[in-house]
């Protein structure tokens, strides 16, 4: 089966600046997730979605940050505007639907983000 | 709060060395537990996971780990690394929904 498919790979911006990055999970999952891994960390829950409803977001930024899953499959994240501390790779993961006890995530590439 | 601790940030061995990595959770409860691996310029892929039965787990590539549940660790291990297990390693918690991440290892094989 295809992976977690994630554009762009990488992005170069100016802080105060917008930018989105686009996930199509792996087809069938219901719950996606966006996590951020900053350099010399393991990564960091971001934003929760099963289907195209939020789950958890309690660590999501709001005011710069926003995310949709507006159709229950692919999903963006935002950031608007930018800081130097959101120099990051942004990771999608997603899950399968309806298989109880089985946790597992499966991430595509990430996003590297570079916020000069 | 609760926290997933890997105890190394690098480790350098060489080839056909043995591997242990350590990881400890803070979480309480029912847990579902991962080791994860990033080659270079690749993205996160499972090496193991553990739901519930044996604590031994046999993974890929010839990697296990061993649930202990009274120390609340799930050391990772290879009897003989190649040079090709050159990668970050994170373990992971899944507990009330979520996973958790620790801050990784970076394992560098020498030749």
Known sequence: EAGVAQSPRYKIIEKRQSVAFWCNPISGHATLYWYQQILGQGP???????????VDDSQLPKDRFSAERLKGVDS???????????????????RRTGASGDNEQFFGPGTRLTVL | AQSVSQ??????????ASLELGCN????????LFWYV????????LLL???SGDPLVKGIKGFEAEF?????SFN??????????????????????????GAGTTVTVRA
């Open chain 2, 76 to 101: 990772l291990r290879k009897p003989s690394v190649q040079w090709s297990d050159t990668a970050e390693y994170f373990c992971a918690v899944f507990n009330d929904y979520k996973l958790s991440f």
């Open chain 1, 76 to 94: 963006t994240l935002k950031i608007q505007p930018a800081k130097l501390e959101d120099s990051a790779v942004y990771l999608c993961a997603s």
């Open chain 2, 49 to 51: 996971k553990y739901f």
């Open chain 2, 38 to 45: 990033q080659y270079p310029g690749q993205h996160l892929q």
């Open chain 1, 44 to 54: 960091k829950l971001l934003i929760q979605f099963q289907n195209n409803g939020v």
């Open chain 2, 7 to 16: 105890h190394n940030h690098h480790v350098i061995l060489s080839e056909a």
């Open chain 2, 25 to 32: 959770y803070s979480y309480g409860g029912t847990v579902n």
């Open chain 2, 68 to 72: 202990i549940k009274s120390k609340f």
